[in-house]
């Protein structure tokens, strides 16, 4: 089993949409999570962290952590046609960086005029 | 923002060759990474090396496989010999320090074993 599961597969979304992207983690161990954007052809880029309870805006995005629940969510407002890309959640260990971000499946996120 | 550079960014090999994936991290930086991603499956660690040394490795990173960077050069894994499931996207990423900091990562190294 995935230690890092992400919802839905994919999304279609209208431009100037809100576009809600899911993430659990299995592992108690996971305090940390990260999202990440990956456009067609380059590597992954953060978007942004959320290691505490509640919520974390940055500009157009807004991240929710709920660390009983090992839940996160990942809003976007207003969507934008470059907003278009895989997105990931990964999660790490708070005392053990070195061994590197566990990564979801992903969500494919679509924009539509 | 800085950018991680991966060359090549496609390489074709017979199964039983030695393949060498080179990465140009971000200048200042100082932990290096590898992840693997084979295709419709979710990108994993392999390896993270910092001031010449292996930190951590996972179950991936297997016997044929080494990373090094000499003389502040490139980061590179090497494969000796490769085999039919090493065939994967490799990323590699780099960031300053452990804790809250961001990964950077290149493009990707899509390697395809015969």
């Known amino acids: 089993q995935q230690k890092v599961q992400q919802s839905p597969e994919s999304l279609s979304v209208p431009e100037g949409g809100m576009a809600s992207l899911n993430c659990t983690s299995s592992d108690r161990n996971f305090q940390y999570f990260w999202w990440y954007r990956q456009h067609s052809g380059e590597g992954p880029k953060a978007l942004m962290s959320i290691f505490s309870d509640g919520d974390k805006k940055e500009g157009r995005f807004t991240a929710h952590l709920n660390k009983a629940s090992l839940h996160v969510s990942l809003h976007i407002r207003d969507s934008q046609p470059s907003d278009s890309a895989l997105y990931f959640c990964?999660?790490?260990?708070?005392?053990?960086?070195?061994?590197?971000?566990?990564f979801g499946l992903g969500t494919r996120v679509s924009v539509f005029p | 923002g800085p950018k991680v550079l991966q060359i090549p960014s496609h390489q074709i090999i017979d199964m039983g060759q030695m393949v060498t994936l080179n990465c140009d991290p971000v200048?200042?930086?100082?932990?290096f990474y590898w992840y693997k991603q084979i295709l419709g499956q979710q990108m994993e660690f392999l390896v993270n090396?910092?001031?010449?040394?292996?930190?951590?490795k996972s179950k991936l990173f297997k016997d044929q496989f080494s990373v090094e960077r000499p003389d502040g050069s490139y980061f590179t894994l090497k494969i000796q010999p490769t085999a039919l499931e090493d065939s994967a996207v490799y990323f590699c990423?780099?960031?300053?320090?452990?804790?809250?900091?961001?990964?950077?990562f290149g493009p990707g190294t899509r390697l395809t074993v015969l």
């Open positions: 090396f910092y001031n010449g040394k292996v930190m951590e």
């Open positions: 200048s200042n930086h100082l932990y």
């Open positions: 990423a780099s960031t300053p320090g452990l804790g809250g900091y961001e990964q950077y």
């Open positions: 990964a999660a790490s260990e708070p005392d053990n960086y070195a061994q590197g971000l566990t």
